[in-house]
T-cell receptor, first 111, second 117 residues
Framework: ELKVEQNPLFLSMQEGKNYTIYCNYS?????LYWYRQDPGKSLESLFV?????AVKQEGRLMASLDTKARLSTLHITAAVHDLSATYFC???????????FGQGTRLTINP | GAVVSQHPSRVICKSGTSVKIECRSL??????MFWYRQFPKQSLMLMAT?????????EQGVEKDKFLINHASLTLSTLTVTSAHPEDSSFYIC?????????????FGAGSRLTVL
């Protein structure tokens, strides 16, 4: 059974600081996705990582994937208040064509 | 870009009634749609995978007679919560997968918040 674990689950930080959210998964997969969810809203796709060593950046967010370590990171650079949201990673369950989501990381960025 | 419309966004119903939620892919054909359930401040739990023209595949622990899924066309899947009870109150989110191969990139609907009184 594929398990996806995020760390930390809650993160409160100040504007301007850097931080990293970690996503570990338990079985082989080479596809990992990051999503953002604002309160009361649905999910917005942030990154799609499809191979070992993949790195993608959009604005202050950067995501990477290490399939050997079964680990993805979402790095936030010089955080701003607008980035406050819940961030989910999701991993493709090989052969089943369905995603398994992590618990989510609730990020609060204080002015 | 790919757009998925989900309706209604909010519904309040009395216990014992049935509620239908629609999920439409507006500008692409979705061979597969997924239905998720999300409790407050929790992650998304996959309920079922819906393939056009065939029966849905339900996840373990999800009652298929309680949550009826129909995927009659390549652009529409529906979830019907039958004889709803307060414990069925939740945020239901559909997503649609475009194409048959490649990355499992999903487009999510806006979600439907169900409150059963």
């Amino acid at each position: 059974e594929l398990k996806v674990e995020q760390n930390p689950l809650f993160l409160s930080m100040q504007e301007g600081k850097n931080y990293t959210i970690y996503c570990n998964y338990s079985t082989t997969s080479d596809r990992l996705y990051w999503y953002r969810q604002d309160p009361g809203k649905s999910l917005e796709s942030l990154f799609v990582l499809l191979s070992n060593g993949a790195v993608k950046q959009e604005g202050r967010l950067m995501a990477s994937l290490d399939t050997k370590a079964r680990l993805s990171t979402l790095h936030i650079t010089a955080a701003v208040h607008d980035l406050s949201a819940t961030y989910f990673c999701a991993v493709d369950m090989q052969g089943a064509q369905k995603l398994v989501f992590g618990q989510g990381t609730r990020l609060t960025i204080n002015p | 870009g790919a757009v998925v419309s989900q309706h209604p966004s909010r519904v309040i119903c009395k216990s014992g009634t049935s509620v239908k939620i629609e999920c439409r892919s507006l500008d692409f054909q979705a061979t597969t749609m997924f239905w998720y359930r999300q409790f407050p401040k929790q992650s998304l739990m996959l309920m079922a995978t819906s393939n056009e023209g065939s029966k849905a595949t339900y996840e373990q622990g999800v009652e298929k007679d309680k949550f009826l899924i129909n995927h009659a066309s390549l652009t529409l899947s529906t979830l019907t919560v039958t004889s709803a009870h307060p414990e069925d109150s939740s945020f239901y989110i559909c997503s649609a997968r475009r194409g048959l191969s490649g990355a499992n990139v999903l487009t999510f609907g806006a979600g439907s918040r169900l409150t059963v009184l």
